[in-house]
């Protein structure tokens, strides 16, 4: 029914940024909150960032806060996840996720997600 696809990711050296995108296959985006998850090899899938279907409202992972920055554009039905001073342990698969309503921090809340984007920190 949906469908998410994100992209650029990319090879960054330690200290070096990169702009994720997530667009959405939906018409109804903007009652849609958006989150972005990361999963390294042999690791949970962990919570990142999200953007609520309340305008203006972010939500950030203690690892991230201060460096990353998601925010969404409703009339391009996609969501960014700006990443400043990537560090060697951002390195992950990136996926974007999507549901109705309040966003939350699990995974398992979360019922459509796209492929992922590889983010690849060098040190």
């Known amino acids: 029914q949906v469908q998410l696809v994100e992209s650029g990711g990319g090879l960054v050296q330690a200290g070096g940024s990169l702009r994720l995108s997530c667009t959405a296959s939906?018409?109804?985006?903007?009652?849609?909150?958006m989150a972005w998850f990361r999963q390294a090899p042999g690791k949970e899938r962990e919570f990142v960032a999200a953007s609520g279907w309340v305008g203006d409202t972010t939500y950030y992972e203690d690892s991230v806060k201060g460096r990353f920055t998601v925010s969404r554009d409703n009339d391009k039905n996609t969501v960014y996840l700006q990443m400043n001073n990537l560090k060697p342990d951002d390195t992950a698969v990136y996926y974007c996720?999507?549901?109705?309503?309040?966003?939350?921090?699990?995974?398992?809340?979360?019922?459509?997600w796209g492929r992922g984007t590889q983010v690849t920190v060098s040190s």
């Open positions: 939906v018409s109804t985006f903007g009652t849609y909150s």
């Open positions: 996720a999507a549901r109705v309503g309040s966003a939350y921090e699990m995974p398992e809340r979360y019922n459509t």
